[in-house]
């Protein structure tokens, strides 16, 4: 089975700022940063950001639960040009759920020349057998960190 799920969350910064931090390593220093209790910790395993980098996030803990989990993803794609990033999961996350294939795509859609789209989409593959956990793909997660990246950048934009 195949499927896809996107969202598109506005943010109140040009795209070339968005991009500036999506497009490598800055995004995980960011979320470490500014949301590590929300998103969780961004850990690089290796690489400078470009493709073939391989990124560790570890999840806050669920309410109640002692223990987050985590997924690993390789950037497979950078294209500055239409400021897309894709990435691939390798280990955890929905791969331990059973899906054969998880694509993430994170695309700034410029809307004027002080606010952007962030388009935020998973692409996923998984047995027909598993169908039932289709249901756990979302990309809230992916959505929040847009949210978050974009206030901070609006609020520090002075200092950057």
Same mark, same amino acid.
Do not use: C, D, Q, W
């Given at each position: 089975m195949h499927g896809q799920v996107s969202e598109d969350t506005p943010v109140g910064v040009p795209a070339a700022l968005m991009w500036d931090v999506y497009r490598g390593l800055e995004l995980g220093k960011l979320v470490n940063k500014i949301a590590p209790d929300v998103l969780g910790r961004v850990e690089f395993l290796e690489g400078d950001g470009g493709v073939g980098t391989i990124a560790k996030l570890t999840f806050p803990p !669920?309410? #109640?639960?002692t223990e987050g989990g985590y997924m690993k993803e390789r950037f497979t794609k950078v294209d500055d040009e239409n400021r897309v990033k894709e990435t691939e999961?390798? &280990? #955890? #996350?929905?791969? !331990?759920? #059973?899906?054969d294939v998880v694509r993430i795509r994170l695309e700034m859609i410029e809307k004027d020349s002080e606010s952007c789209i962030v388009r935020s989409s998973i692409e996923y593959e998984v047995d027909d057998k598993l169908a039932d956990v289709v249901s756990h793909v979302t990309v809230k997660p992916l959505e929040i960190m847009a &949210?978050?990246?974009?206030?901070?950048?609006? &609020?520090?934009?002075?200092?950057?």
């Open positions: !669920a309410p #109640g639960s999961l390798i &280990e #955890g #996350g929905y791969k !331990a759920l #059973g899906f &949210e978050m990246v974009g206030k901070h950048l609006s &609020e520090n934009r002075s200092t950057l």
